[in-house]
C-alpha cells in the first residue's frame, strides 16, 4: 500500500491520500480534538495518540492531520504514515455509523432556498476546497444568513475568513439573492 502526501494552504496541516475509501456514505468528519472523537472513528482514536495530532479531517479519500503548533512534521509525518498503513491493511473501520456532522432543520418556506445553497457549495465550492485537504459544509439557513464550517485544512487556515466572506458569500449571494450574509460556525 501507498499512501501520496500533499500539503495544503495550511502549513500545519498534511493531506494523505491512501487511494481508497476512508469515509464511506459518511460524507465528511471533523475531529476537532480527541474528545470530539467519542467512539466514532477507530482511525482518528489512534491518530490522537500520536504526539502533536491536535485535528483529524476525514474525506472520501483522504486523510488531513493538523498538527500542534510545536510539533515537527519531520517527526510526526512518519509516525502519521505508519498510522495510516497499520490501519487501513488491518480493514478496520474508519467510521462508525451516524458519525457525520448534523445541520440545523430547515424552516418552513426556506426548502427552495437551502437547496439552491447546497447545489451551488456542492457544485462550485466543494471540489475546491477538498483539492486542498479540507471542506466547507452546511450547517443551516435562516433569515438571510447561512451557516457553514470551515473543515480539515481550511478550518485553521489564514486565508479562510477571506475565502468565506469574499469567495462564498459573494457567489452564494449573486445567484441566491435572498441570502444576507455568510457566518462561519467554530465546531
Known amino acids: ?24 456514505d459518511a460524507g465528511t468528519i471533523d475531529f476537532i480534538d480527541a474528545d470530539a472523537v467519542a467512539g466514532r472513528s ?41 498510522t495510516l498503513m497499520d490501519h487501513f491493511v488491518s480493514g478496520r473501520p474508519t467510521v462508525e455509523a451516524g458519525a457525520a456532522s ?3 432543520p430547515v424552516q418552513p418556506g426556506d426548502e427552495e432556498i437551502v437547496k439552491q445553497i447546497k447545489d451551488l457549495l456542492e457544485t462550485r465550492v466543494r471540489p475546491a476546497v477538498a483539492s486542498d485537504g479540507g471542506d466547507i459544509v452546511f450547517r443551516g439557513y435562516r433569515d438571510g444568513i447561512v451557516r457553514l464550517s470551515m473543515q480539515g485544512a481550511c478550518s485553521g487556515c489564514p486565508s479562510s475568513g477571506a475565502t468565506l466572506k469574499h ?9 441566491v439573492p435572498e441570502i444576507v450574509t455568510v457566518e462561519q460556525v467554530v465546531d
Open 42 to 82: 477507530p482511525l482518528a482514536e489512534v491518530l490522537f495518540e500520536l504526539p502533536g495530532v491536535s485535528r483529524v479531517f476525514m474525506g472520501s479519500d483522504f486523510v488531513s492531520v493538523t498538527k500542534a503548533e510545536e510539533a515537527d512534521w519531520a517527526e510526526l509525518k512518519p509516525l502519521v504514515l505508519s
Open 1 to 24: 500500500m501507498f499512501i501520496e502526501t500533499e500539503g495544503t494552504p495550511n502549513p500545519n496541516t498534511l493531506k494523505f491520500l491512501p487511494g481508497r475509501d476512508v469515509t464511506g
Open 102 to 104: 448534523h445541520e440545523d
Open 167 to 175: 469567495g462564498v458569500e459573494n457567489m452564494l449571494r449573486h445567484y
